[in-house]
């Protein structure tokens, strides 16, 4: 089942006509192809502690058809959301807004297409991903996209710029049958700080049971000493289906934040490569995935820590009813040149009903043992009826009561988006979550 | 550890590091073909169904590719191998009649000690038969059989075809076909409803012979309200080439009854150990393995329970210690299967010297099994940096009223700790050795006190490798 993974929409006719539509350079080219030989090769899932669990069954890829092209970006804007840095706005398969503020464009933010960098800064784009050193290369997923984007967004923040607001990067999608496959490149520059705030969006409002496509990377270089703290919130329609790779590399000193969190699509399969190579560098992970009805969220997370005194605390939150899913695949790699490693892997989840169903496999490969803490740990149980009983006591009727408790759980990951207002738009997208949530029969 | 304890433990390894010159009586030829399975079954004069049974597990042993989740196993080359050995013509009533080569090798072994001590019964297993065998009276006027499993397929027919295979078939995995195919030996026990076995039941295994196969099956059925500790211990003399292990252990608890199962395993470093070993557990009945391996190339081996009947209870600890060139990929694993049952799993690893342990568990809420308690702990010691710990643990959970928890560690020997049980006179060896052998406290507290003290032994003997 997990090898037979053929996509109709994948070959090297269609790579090739996306880099000549975007008019690239040989090397881009060159990097297609390459991606294109390890698409055809790997099988969908290369590892064999989580063969088991990749289940493709919802997706019925013979039906959709991505994007061959997108348009070009529209002039710049200076008419930013109040509160962001910088937004890019992709509507299906159009640039419908792109604006970096006053105090972006001063510190020398670039926040572009590829088409746009390669006409201006090339090597912007070269030096981050010429090579293969942003994707996993193991992974099929992320190698379809290398070698099948139909858009390209740069995101880079040069050296010792800091940025005190967030930039925004948003994607509505949704058009049944179709689908955008696309790439996105973060770089920050040494001792460059900055925030990101990814937003996907459904952009129909009345589904109706045709399948749509939402596929892309986030590829993060940090520099030594940069920090980024990286926010997204999944939020498509119930017909969506969502890919995603996201690969962290980091320097020295560097610091990296995800909260991600993942509302809609009907199935949202997404791989988190961090890579700690920089001695000192540390990441910081959380992720929170609320299913209902037939959702299947498969979260996979690898951490490497490579570099001497990394830090990895990760984090994973599930709350599923109906009869959602939740696949919590994490590995945590500690080399043998990681010497004071301090590496932590939570896996929780909640249930609300019978049928939905909670994996957890968190892994953990030790070749260092001089660590400072290895550990990880996982637990899955249903909400606590002594602290529903509490909030009783306290004058809540019960629906509510378990309502708390289920934002209660994921409240630490809200609470790392950097956007105040982009919090309380999650925590109502969580809140909304509840009414599809009712009450099974009596645990 | 006592002070006492700690003078009782000698250093001498040699006492597992022998080999006897036995002539065999009859043997297969090297390798496995129809025709090898047919002679195995002739030559016990078996039922027709048993040979079905091994034609059977023959032919699905061939079809099955080789597991692919667990590396090295590519390198056994069963052509190599021997699967049929017997060295002596019958089953022996006392120890008397042992032969003598075979009974110096158990004194080696210390089985007479441990039987004046303690023992209910020994089944000896000398490479693929057993050859010595004794049941206390006491055991027989309470209705328990404990013998050889080939014997008890005459002895206890009824009994037997209704158990047997019924765990573990044939198709679970390419070597519980292979042990299917071939088996040989092993220990039957079958324990009457409301008998409470008062001793501890003892078999000893051990492999002799250069690219013998061993493949002892073990079947224990132990009837309503019925309660029993059957241990197992292996030793083995140390050989340059490859020999195999496969063996399969199905125990049938059934309601309201009581089973412990202990293993200390100690192959010599050549030998691949790969054991199913499963338990059905019915209603309000208790399972519990308690599980060592310290020896072998490699050991794949998790112990299993599967919690059949409402209100029963798994107990699972497993104890792994890897050194050079070693690789113990070991566990545990509970399938809950059915409302109000209760799992604990514990685990416990040691890698050092390049040694690599794995923990691999499967931990399985299916539909309908409501008002679960499960949890796991694993934490794993690795003793220097060339060594590896793995920990893949799987939770699968399809019950919203589950309560799960699972917590893993790794890390070094603390040198505070060792620090400062040498500032109390210490070295630093017996300062480590003290330290590792107070992280599988949880394990050693379990076994009977001669189990206690062999298997503290044979951890220190093994830390003595790695840091004198």
Redesign the interface.
């Known amino acids: 089942m997990t090898d037979a993974l053929k996509l109709p929409f994948a070959g090297e006719d269609i790579a090739r006509r996306l880099a000549q539509t975007l008019e690239e350079p040989n090397w881009l080219l060159e990097e297609r192809l390459d991606g294109l030989r390890r698409y055809a090769e790997l099988p969908a899932e290369m590892n064999p502690l989580f063969t088991t669990y990749l289940d493709l069954r919802s997706a019925r890829f013979a039906e959709l058809e991505p994007y061959a092209e997108t348009t070009a970006a529209v002039e710049v804007s200076e008419t930013v959301p109040e509160g962001a840095a910088a937004l890019i706005h992709v509507d299906e398969d159009r640039v419908v807004a792109r604006a970096l503020s006053r105090e972006a464009r001063d510190a020398g933010v670039v926040l572009d297409t590829f088409d746009n960098v390669l006409r201006e800064r090339p090597h912007l784009l070269q030096d981050a991903v010429e090579g293969a050193a942003t994707l996993p290369l193991d992974d099929k997923f992320a190698q379809f996209a290398r070698a099948h984007y139909a858009l390209g967004l740069l995101v880079h923040v040069p050296d010792g710029a800091v940025l005190e607001r967030p930039i925004v990067l948003r994607w509505s999608s949704g058009a049944p049958g179709k689908g955008l496959v696309s790439r996105t490149v973060v770089t920050l520059g040494e001792n460059a700080s900055a925030s990101i705030l990814e937003e996907q969006l459904a952009s129909v409002t009345k589904p109706n049971g045709e399948q749509s496509l939402w596929w892309g990377t986030t590829e993060v270089m940090l520099g030594d000493g940069a920090q980024l703290s990286f926010a997204a919130q999944q939020d498509f329609g119930p017909d969506t289906l969502m890919f995603v790779n996201r690969q962290a590399t980091l320097g020295r000193d560097a610091q990296l934040r995800w909260a991600l969190a993942s509302v809609g699509a009907q199935l949202q399969k997404s791989r988190i490569d961090n890579r700690l190579v920089g001695r000192g560098s540390s990441v910081r992970q959380a992720e929170i995935g609320f299913g209902s009805g037939n959702q299947l969220f498969d979260l996979t997370s690898y951490t490497r820590h490579l570099g001497e005194d990394t830090t990895g605390d990760l984090l994973s939150k599930g709350v599923f009813s109906d009869r959602a899913r939740g696949y919590f695949k994490g590995l945590i790699e500690i080399q043998r040149s990681a010497r004071g490693t301090d590496s932590f892997l939570g896996e929780f989840a909640m249930l609300l009903n019978k049928k939905a169903r909670s994996v957890a496999i968190p892994s953990l490969e030790i070749d260092q043992p001089d660590v400072r803490r290895a550990s990880h740990s996982s637990s899955v149980g249903p909400i606590d009826d002594s602290q529903v009983f509490y909030l009783m006591s306290r004058g809540l009727p019960r629906d509510l009561a378990r309502k708390f408790i289920v934002m209660g759980f994921l409240e630490p990951v809200v609470a790392r988006i950097p956007l105040p207002e982009a919090q309380d738009r999650l925590r109502e997208l969580l809140e909304s979550k509840w009414p599809a949530a009712p009450e099974a029969e009596a645990a | 550890m006592t002070l006492n304890q700690r003078q009782m433990v000698d250093n001498d390894r040699s006492r597992f590091d022998f080999k006897d010159n036995i002539v065999y009586l009859t043997e297969t030829k090297r390798g496995l073909t129809r025709q090898t399975v047919e002679e195995i079954s002739a030559l016990k004069n078996e039922p027709e169904w048993m040979l079905k049974f091994r034609l059977r597990a023959y032919e699905h042993f061939l079809k099955r590719p080789m597991p692919?989740?667990t590396d090295g196993l590519d390198r056994i080359d069963f052509e190599r191998i021997i699967y049929y050995r017997k060295p002596s013509e019958r089953e022996e009533k006392s120890w008397d009649d042992v032969p003598d080569k075979i009974k110096e090798t158990f004194e080696r072994l210390g089985i007479p000690e441990a039987e004046r001590m303690f023992l209910a019964g020994v089944g000896a297993q000398y490479d693929s038969e057993v050859v010595y065998h004794s049941v206390k009276e006491e055991l027989t006027k309470l209705g328990v059989v404990f013998m050889g499993t080939d014997q008890a397929l005459i002895e206890y027919p009824e009994i037997f075809k209704k158990y047997f295979g019924t765990v573990i078939p044939p198709e679970d995995n390419k070597f519980a076909a292979l042990n299917s195919a071939v088996w040989s030996g092993g220990s039957f026990v079958y324990v009457p409803p409301g008998v409470d076995v008062p001793l501890p039941l003892q078999a000893y295994f051990r492999i002799n012979g250069e690219n013998t196969g061993q493949f002892e099956r073990t079947l224990i059925v132990v009837d309503e309200g019925a309660k029993v500790h059957y241990i197992e211990g292996c030793t083995a003399p140390i050989y340059a080439t490859d020999s195999l292990h496969a063996a399969v252990v199905e125990v049938i608890a059934l309601p309201r009854s009581k089973v412990r199962y202990t293993t200390i395993q100690n192959w010599s470093n050549d030998v691949y150990n790969l054991v199913t070993k499963r338990a059905h557990a019915h209603e309000d009945s208790t399972v519990e393995w308690i599980d060592a391996n310290t020896g072998s190339r490699k050991t794949v081996k998790y112990p299993s329970i599967y919690l059949r009947g409402r209100g029963a209870t798994a107990d699972i600890i497993s104890v792994a210690v890897a050194g050079a060139g070693q690789h113990q990929d070991t566990g545990a694993k509970a399938i809950h299967l059915a409302p109000d049952t209760k799992s604990r799993i514990v685990s416990k690893s040691i890698s050092k010297d390049g040694g690599r342990a794995t923990y691999r568990g499967h931990l399985k809420v299916a539909?309908g099994a409501t008002n679960v308690v499960a949890s796991v702990r694993c934490d794993?010691l690795?003793?220097?940096?060339i060594?590896?710990?793995?920990?893949?643990?799987?939770?699968?959970?399809?019950?919203?009223?589950?309560?799960?928890?699972?917590?893993?560690?790794?890390?070094?020997i603390s040198q505070d700790q060792v620090f400062y049980l040498m500032s109390r006179g210490l070295s630093e060896n017996e300062a480590q050795n003290l330290i590792v052998q107070g992280f599988l406290e949880v394990f050693t507290k379990e076994l009977p006190m001669e189990y206690a003290i062999e298997f503290n032994r044979l951890v220190k003997l093994e830390m003595e490798g790695a840091l004198g």
């Open positions: 692919m989740w539909p794993a690795m003793l220097d940096d060594s590896r710990s793995d920990t893949y643990p799987y939770i699968d959970i399809q019950e919203d009223d589950t309560h799960m928890s699972h917590e893993a560690t790794v890390g070094k």
